[in-house]
């Protein structure tokens, strides 16, 4: 009795967004475990990914099925008590400072340079591309690189902050480029490593570190996917820090998804399997953080190309899935590919954007000219 309600509970969910369990279209649901149904009105989101993680349900179609239910809104009417507990967490902690500032260095971006190396582009740059112009992931990535450092306007002789550096590309890029020397911070040891490699024969410094322990002044800073882990209750220290850190006629890049309203934690699976202590920014949570620190100058949305990025991820560790070593497996596979289609949705439903905020300490004399 019980199952059979929470059956047609769920089902009557699915029907807003047009799936159907066990249809005949790609993207219906294909159920394989009847507990599958009890499991997501108790967990909510996270029951759902971590059923799908187990096999529980497939769906030939797993893009378009999770871009119907985002787009439907289909997570705003379960609500399960791992989501409970996350909100409580966040409204009674500092979920970004002290030690849980490297949780996700530790569970995400140390996972393995090999299964980012699968994945990524050549440059190995773990967020969006610009698809303006561009036909490939490469070419992409490139366009954005070139576009974060035409913003900023580099030039020869300038000394470049890149706060949450990644595997070190930007800075590689901007120092052989445009001839900028640089700092790169991240709170991955696997990252700084591979930075550190890569970076190699040119004047830039690759450190571990946590950014409100830096010090030192710059010509300009750059922050590429990294806002994300900082956290609502930390914004105000972020962008303080980044100002005393910044030249009074200097310019400071924010390269940041973001959100449609004003959250302080995120999904309850993300946090769980993906992005420990993560939360998008909202628009407004930004603007109450830059007010009387910096003038914005400009704010770029691009959120869409997050889509074809997310896209040629996928199909690149999918085509490689095969060569990756053993402990990558076959639930870690269904999650990570979980995980890619389900971003992938929220930025083709337009519920999540990329943006790129250009913020200057005193305003640009004359103004400042956007590059798009």
Known sequence: ??????????????????????????????????????????????GFGESYMDGAWDSADLDELLFRLVAARLDERVHGRAELWAALRARLLNLQAGRRAWDVGLRHY???????????????????????????????????????????????????????CGWGTALAFAAREYGVSGVGVTISREQAAYARERCAGLPIEIRTQDYRELDGRFDRIVSIGMFEHVGVRN?????????????????????????????????????????????????????????????????????ADYVRTLRAWRANIEARWQALPARYDERFRRMWRYYLAAAAAGFRARRTQLWQLVLSPRGVPGGYRSLR
């Open 110 to 164: 140390d996972l393995g340079n090999d299964l980012y190396a699968a994945m990524l582009d050549p440059h190995m740059q773990y967020s969006c591309g610009y698809w303006r112009e561009a036909d490939t992931l490469d070419a992409a990535q490139v366009a954005k690189l070139r576009l974060v450092c035409e913003k900023l306007g580099f030039a020869p002789g300038m000394h470049v902050l890149d706060i949450g």
């Open 235 to 303: 914004y105000r220290t972020y962008f303080e820090t980044a100002r005393r850190l910044l030249h009074d006629d200097g310019l400071f890049l924010l390269h940041s998804i973001g959100g449609e309203a004003s959250v302080d934690h995120t999904d309850a699976w993300i946090e769980k399997y993906i992005f420990p202590n993560s939360m998008l920014p909202s628009a407004a949570q930004i603007a109450r953080a830059v007010e009387g620190v910096f003038v914005l100058e400009d704010w770029h949305n691009f959120g």
């Open 1 to 46: 009795m019980r199952s059979t309600l929470s059956r047609r509970v769920v089902t009557d969910l699915l029907a807003h967004a047009d799936v159907r369990t066990d249809g005949a279209r790609p993207f219906d649901l294909r159920v394989h475990d009847e507990g599958f149904y009890a499991r997501v009105l108790a967990q909510g989101s996270l």
